[in-house]
């Protein structure tokens, strides 16, 4: 029997969409491949009783894509979408000493992604896996996204993966959902979200604010180009770029300030009063949120490629270009400078006392960062790292393709608790609304716009009311049949 591909494309000049969908049917196997456009995407395939069977459920899938705005196309004749990964070098550590590294798990591709709770660690690579573990050590769970993670990044209890693919995935339940689509013109380098609102650096030097409903909300462009750095509270967004960082008021309404930095901007941390911008010229810096005065600056001996802070920034931590990681007072006394054992650190994040490092042989490492491992450190004593193994048995979670790839649960088993929400449209638009009582009816549910249908329902374990006035769904999300 003959095999059947249709191969359907949606790109669009003014919105974030710039992908492709193909549905294979050979006899009663389907598979579907989808990703962004010029890059291989990611593969599912199903198996079903009877070749009709099997063609209908094709049919299915690709009526769901039509009705969503793909159409029929010729592979290869749209451009992809342009992917810059920053281009970086290691040098090795001019350090005396190596870092107390505890363990060392390596995801098998270059990193940048990582995010560390009170539960568990992430870390995304360039092959678009994103690992969790344990504080020990531990690998707990696998996703496979189908393009290179270029961040991951928290807002209170949800973990976004920013891909190459112009998506910006939602992994804080079990089946990663695309959260937001970003405009295929936008050469993404770093991104940030807060209370639901995400802001986008590029490679140009711009700035784009999308909101929750995945919808365009203002952009700026820079002095400067090639901006690593953003960061976002509730008052203004940070930006940092070749120029210096630049912070706008959060809205859009204009500039509330601009500092020039000691070379361009390779990454940027936050806590509650000052931004830090870690540049090419050796140095950290210590920005008022205010003003953007220069509060102190932090000396390294190499660029600098990521920065991170204690608590209330009692410590400074930075990690160079020369494979060596470096810790400062808050006054930019450096306390200590050691090799990292293992490449640059093209991202950290502290957590009691323990600091944790992804490096450009895409690992991450775990640091004991207290007083006595570093002492003892210092004087040659460190202890011989764990080299964490991946689970093979770890189930891989991937991204559900449309809606039909969702878990279905009838209302009779829906989980206690449960929350329910209706897809409605409204003009040319479609809205998720709260059914369940005990909401304020006018708020609109931030939902996955790839699940979306006109009067489908779904139950979730949660919601959680975003000061911008809508919800927020925690859990998993169940359609309701």
């Not at 196997?29 to 209908?56: H, N």
């Not at 005396?96 to 568990?120: K, M, N, Y």
């Not at 995304?124 to 573990?133: E, S």
């Not at 006109?454 to 979730?460: I, K, L």
């Amino acid at each position: 029997m003959a095999r059947e591909t249709t191969y359907l494309e949606l790109s669009q000049d003014d919105g974030g969409a710039h992908k492709f969908y193909e549905v294979t049917v050979d006899g009663t196997a389907v598979s579907v491949r989808y990703g962004r456009i010029g890059a291989d995407g990611q593969l599912q395939s199903s198996s079903f009783p009877t070749v009709e069977k099997a063609r209908a459920a094709a049919a299915k899938k690709i009526g769901e894509k039509v009705r969503k705005g793909y159409a029929p196309a010729v592979q290869g004749q749209r451009a992809a979408r342009s992917v810059t990964r920053r281009q970086v070098t290691s040098a090795p550590s001019t350090a005396r000493a190596v870092a107390p590294v505890l363990w060392r798990f390596r995801t098998g591709s270059s990193a940048f992604g990582i995010h560390v709770d009170e539960d568990r660690c992430w870390v995304g690579n360039q092959a678009g896996d994103v690992y969790t573990l344990s504080h020990g050590g531990e690998v707990l769970a696998r996703y496979s996204l189908p393009d290179g993670v270029k961040c991951l990044v928290a807002d209170e209890f949800w973990i976004y993966a920013g891909c190459d693919d112009g998506t910006v995935y939602d992994l804080s339940s079990k089946v990663p959902f695309g959260a937001y689509a970003i405009a295929a013109d936008v050469d993404i380098y770093w991104l940030d979200i807060h209370e639901g609102v995400l802001n986008v650096s590029d490679a140009n030097g711009g700035l784009t604010v999308i909101d929750h409903e995945d919808e365009h909300q203002w952009s700026r462009k820079s002095a400067g180009n090639g901006a690593w750095m953003v960061r976002a509270d509730e008052r203004a967004v940070f930006h940092g770029h070749s120029g210096g960082v630049t912070a706008y008021a959060a809205d859009g309404t204009g500039q509330l300030w601009h500092t020039k930095t000691p070379g361009g901007v390779l990454f940027g941390w936050q806590e509650d009063h000052a931004v830090y911008a870690g540049t090419v010229r050796n140095t950290v810096q210590r920005l008022s949120k205010a003003t953007g005065a220069v509060e102190a600056s932090y000396a390294c001996d190499a660029a600098v490629y990521s920065c991170a802070t204690s608590p209330d920034g009692r410590h400074v931590f930075a990690g160079d270009s020369s494979s060596s990681v470096y810790c400062f007072d808050a006054d930019g006394r450096r306390l200590w400078k050691l090799g990292t054992g293992g490449g640059s650190a093209l991202s950290m994040q502290y957590l009691d006392g323990r600091l944790y490092l992804v490096t450009t042989d895409g690992s991450l490492v775990c640091v004991d960062a207290t007083e006595q491992a570093i002492a003892a450190a210092q004087e040659g004593s460190v202890p011989a790292p764990m080299d964490v193994k991946s689970a093979a048995a770890l189930p891989v979670f991937t991204p559900a393709a449309s809606a039909s790839a969702v878990a279905t649960v009838s209302m009779a088993a829906a989980p206690a608790g449960g929350v329910v929400v209706e897809c409605v449209q409204q003009g040319g638009r479609m809205r998720v609304q709260v059914v369940s009582g005990g909401f304020e009816p006018s708020w609109n549910v931030q939902f996955p716009r790839g699940i979306r249908e006109a009067g489908a329902r779904y139950v979730v374990d949660g919601l959680h009311a975003a000061s911008g006035g809508f919800y927020r769904v925690r859990g998993e999300i169940r359609r309701l049949v």
